[in-house]
């Protein structure tokens, strides 16, 4: 395992602080999730549905809801 070392400020520090005590981790887990996030394939990175593409069900009541509300 490497170590790292990085200089925040402040601002970033508490969100980061806030980040672990609401998801119950350490900031490593926290790297780790947000390196997971970033390098997924660049079709779901860049798609409007991105997330949602393995929940048919959830996607077709999104597109749904859209077309109800644009007329």
Same mark, same amino acid.
């Given at each position: *395992?490497? +170590? %790292?070392? %990085?200089?925040? $400020?402040?601002? &970033?520090?508490?969100? %980061?602080? +806030?980040?672990?005590q609401t998801h119950?981790?350490?900031?490593?887990?926290? %790297?780790?999730? *947000?390196i997971d996030q970033? &390098?997924?394939p660049e079709m779901i990175n860049n798609s409007f549905i991105g997330e949602?593409? $393995?929940?048919a069900e959830l996607v077709d009541q999104m597109i749904e809801d859209i077309l109800l509300t644009r007329n």
């Open positions: *395992m490497k +170590k %790292i070392e %990085i200089e925040l $400020n402040q601002a &970033t520090y508490d969100k %980061i602080e +806030k980040l672990t119950h981790c350490q900031v490593s887990d926290l %790297i780790k999730a *947000m970033l &390098t997924k949602w593409s $393995n929940d």
